[in-house]
């Protein structure tokens, strides 16, 4: 696992309601998918449109993914605030924001080899 990863923010909502706009912290990702922690339950199956920046890019990843698994976890061991993490799956991203990630992660797990 790659630590800085960790903290990226990404914006989401359920497809069809851009009405309802919230912010998740992505905890780690791949090329196939992401996992997101969050505050607000959202079902197994459900289909979000996601947005997030990889740091030192300001150009954002914008992709559709279908949530895989929910579980219930403590976002913050100090105060107990429970929320959920989220298993996501690409189900709609551009080849080329896909290899911005993958080459995002390799570039991560490199820097921080041993």
Known sequence: ECPRIKGIIATYYPVGREDLEVVGFVKNMSAKGVNLNVIKKIEKDTVLSLKMNLPGSN????????????????????????????????????????????????????KNRP
């Open 59 to 110: 150009i954002p990843i914008q992709f559709k993914g279908k949530v895989v698994w929910s579980n219930e976890t403590n976002l913050d061991l100090r105060s107990e605030i429970l929320g959920y993490e989220l298993g996501i799956e690409f189900i709609d991203i551009s080849d080329q924001d896909r290899e911005r990630i993958s080459r995002y992660v390799l570039d991560c797990i490199e």
